[in-house]
């Protein structure tokens, strides 16, 4: 039966032909579907620990339990919008570029200058976004996204670099508006600092998903509609008005609403200098995502010499599919394990794991055990997210949250673009030992971080004041 499933023999032939790809890679889309099913059943079946209620100077008005589940979900509502339209113009820009008739090198310095603009306007973008509002923040995110995506429509490279250094601009947007916005709104609602972990594991299962759902999406508007390889594009531009108009009835927040931009670089730069636990988590945040990264542009000539022979071509969407369901699981994972374990803890175990994951491929050539590891390491980028995310909330104060996100990009941001141009001279092999690494630098700083006291776990932070 193994090798029927693998690649060999009349039932495997009759199997594929039958299914239209390889049989192991439904297969593995079935089991871990099932394992994130079970995931999402233990979840809801499993009695979460009531959090400690904050009280003193925390304020006597806590939110409740109801009021909180209606935040989430309108929270909820816009984040899986904008990452559905973020993941959209993911699945068919190289392909897009490549229609155009640009070179292979024309589209990876499209993609190093997104990186690049990235790391030069972070160091403005957080004190834009804590002087004039997060709200703001995001609402210039839409604004930009829309204009992004209406660039890819011309074929010639100036108004796709114009694009690309937009988007460098918008995706530090991304991930640092919307946050610090979060952040900030869940404690101006006072609810109870530990509920924050619970809305950081909703977001990574949702980028998970709504990952998955990009792909059948991208693939009904290109090929059912007819749409070509632009069609994602034009989806993406629907979805960021949609979340245009969710995020404007939003209340605003502010960080330091009278510093000068200066100001709050060298205010975020002193606290970092004086507070070991923020550059501590920000060398963690950078070697992990640098790793993931140049994962991501790797995983695809490393895992593909290596599967079974096949008369159908590498299922490369499918395979996709099963990372983007590691990833929700690990996000349930995070959640469940938040129920025993401190989140800093289960972030050192996950960056072990990561550890683990990315050195197997260097050890092993067997297509299965790599196979295997990948989906690991996903599992982990899964559980990564929120973990990261609920350490972020407790250690940078809130007048400089944007500010501090940003400066974190620009070391993220510069790890990339070596990382990319590092395929293009360096083995999968020689990339997957030095992600390795990255990744075990990471675990001894979380170890180390640990250590902090400012890194208080989830019920001292609710009891600080008792």
Request: net charge neutral.
């Amino acid at each position: 039966m193994r090798d029927a499933l693998l690649g060999h023999g009349a039932f495997h032939d009759a199997l594929e032909e039958r299914l239209g790809c390889p049989p192991w890679s439904v297969i593995l889309f079935a089991g871990l579907s099932v394992v994130y099913l079970t995931l999402q059943v233990l979840q809801r079946a499993t009695v979460r620990p009531s959090p400690t209620v904050p009280s003193g100077d925390k304020g006597d008005a806590v939110g409740s339990e109801r009021e909180f589940r209606a935040f989430q979900w309108r929270w909820g509502v816009v984040y899986a919008t904008i990452m559905l339209a973020d993941w959209l113009q993911g699945t068919h820009m190289y392909a897009l570029y490549s229609s155009y008739g640009l070179s292979k090198d024309n589209i990876g310095n499209l993609f190093i200058a997104g990186f690049a603009s990235g790391a030069v306007f972070s160091t403005v973008i957080g004190p834009f976004v804590d002087r004039f509002g997060r709200k703001a923040g995001c609402v210039l995110y839409c604004v930009l996204e829309i204009l992004i995506n209406a660039l890819e429509h011309f074929d010639t490279m100036p108004p796709l670099l114009v694009g690309r250094v937009l988007g460098g601009i918008s995706t530090s947007l991304l991930f640092s508006a919307f946050e610090a916005w979060l952040v900030s709104e869940h404690r101006a609602r006072k609810f109870p600092e530990q509920w924050l972990e619970r809305i950081f594991s909703l977001n990574g299962a949702l980028n998970g998903i709504t990952a998955i759902a990009a792909g059948l999406l991208a693939q009904f508007l290109t090929v059912n509609l007819g749409m070509g390889n632009i069609g994602p594009f034009r989806g993406a531009i629907a979805l960021t008005v949609l979340a245009l108009f969710q995020i404007l009835p939003w209340d605003e927040n502010y960080g330091d609403r009278t510093a000068e931009v200066s100001a709050s670089l060298r205010l975020a730069v002193g606290t970092m200098s004086r507070q070991p636990s923020l550059w501590l988590l920000g060398i963690v945040q950078s070697l992990f995502e640098g790793a993931m990264y140049t994962f991501v542009f790797n995983w695809v000539p490393l895992l593909e010499p290596l599967a079974p022979q096949s008369k159908s071509p590498f299922p490369h969407g499918l395979v996709f599919a099963c990372f983007m369901l590691c990833i929700a699981s690990g996000s349930s994972i995070f959640e469940l394990a938040g129920r025993r374990l401190d989140s800093r803890h289960i972030l050192a175990l996950t960056l072990l794991v990561a550890t683990i994951g990315l050195a197997t491929p260097v050890l092993a050539t067997s297509f299965a055990a790599v196979l295997g590891s990948f989906c690991v390491f996903e599992a982990c980028c899964g559980a990564f997210g929120p973990g990261c995310a609920t350490l972020r909330s407790r250690v940078i104060p809130s007048n400089i949250h944007s500010t501090v996100l940003n400066l974190y990009r620009i070391t993220l941001n510069l790890a990339v673009v070596a990382g990319t141009k590092g395929s293009t001279v360096a083995s999968s092999n020689t990339l997957f030992a030095a992600c390795a690494l990255a990744l075990a630098l990471a675990t001894a700083c979380q170890v180390a971080l640990n250590a902090d006291p400012r890194v208080r776990s989830a019920a001292e932070v609710a009891g600080k004041s008792d």
